[in-house]
């Protein structure tokens, strides 16, 4: 095994834009029935014009550059390739936080809050609030390409994302996950609990109401909060959770249609950002989703990346954090998080409720989430850390 650090850049064979577009203006467009809209999926007229515009608008050169603008290198780790973004703060106590993203999402969520996270004097910010950023793709997913073992589940993620920051030389670090990136973090914390100092996530699986009994002992606003998560928890769980299902049971039967059609990656990619948050196609820039899209199809990544719901962790029962945690809550995320059952499971030490935004905060609110990932690093440098645990990096 080798611990080499290898620079990357993003660089796509304009022959691959090319059998890009070729399939696009190929595509045989399903019916639909009429005045069915999203219920039954995504609307063809919808992914149609979506489609076209991938094909003959959508700047994917522009994206490679955005992308490229940040730091990043790859590794092998436990046998498989890692690559991550590595952004270091110009401020020179800040210390490293880990940015792990989920399903269907990509290191796309992070181009925007990691300029604010790490640098934020030159975003009108408190220098005092900076942080070094490591984002990684998921094993399996975007750059760091298809994983060729089927048992890459979110403890063995951590595991390897464990010994990413020791390569960096961080001994110590704190994380911040949604979606699948959530319980990665969570999993690094119940892991490593002495070396990760705290955990940021916009999704806490154990706080999520899933049944009546869930809601006994609690009170007043909370009982009501409790009562709102359940039916969240239901509705989703009854008309939500077939994608989630399939890709945990027969993902390879599913990638044959994903890996050779890139309007039916594109739908199956499209219509969960949508239904995942609220008005997904006003508040989510298109060039977002679609390079988040491009990133799956360049790399043929949507088998490696649906096979993590097949390797185990998905609706697993939690075992008890007890690293310091804070929970961005939005409300149109596809949960609803409550704090009373958060504090069953998890050391809570920092909790916001958003107004607005939903699954992919990083990509429909950026400002709010950048500020709470900070609230919730800076309670931690000025409090949280008892006299027998040194200050590492910043923290």
Known sequence: MTSELTPFRVDIPQTDLDDLRTRL??????????????????????????????RTGFDWRAQEARINGFPQATTVIDGTQVHFLHVVSPEPAAPPVLLTHGWPGSIVEFLDVIGPLTDPRAYGGDPADALTVVAPSIPGYGFSGPTSSPDWDPARIARA?????????????GAHGSDWGATISRSLATQFPERVRGIHVTMLASAVARSEA?????????????????AKGTKFSREGTAYAMLQATKPQTLAYGLHDSPAGQLAWIAEKFRSFSHATEDLIDRDDLLADVSIYWFTETANSSARLYAAGGWGAPAPENT?????????????YPVRTLAERTDKIVHWTEFARGGHFPGLEEPDALISDI???????RRGG???????????
């Open 323 to 335: 690293v310091p945690t804070g929970v961005a809550v939005f409300p149109d995320d596809i949960g």
């Open 374 to 380: 900070r609230a919730f690093f800076r309670s931690l």
């Open 385 to 395: 850390r008892s006299q027998n645990t040194p200050a590492l990096g910043g923290f």
């Open 214 to 230: 869930d809601l006994e002992g609690l009170a007043g606003d909370e009982l009501e909060k409790g009562k709102r998560s359940l």
């Open 161 to 173: 994302f464990a010994e990413l920051m020791t390569r960096l030389g961080y001994p110590r670090f």
């Open 25 to 54: 203006a190929n595509t045989r467009w399903p019916d639909q029935p009429a005045d069915t809209g999203w219920r039954l999926g995504a609307p063809v007229d919808y992914v149609r014009e979506l489609a076209e515009y991938w």
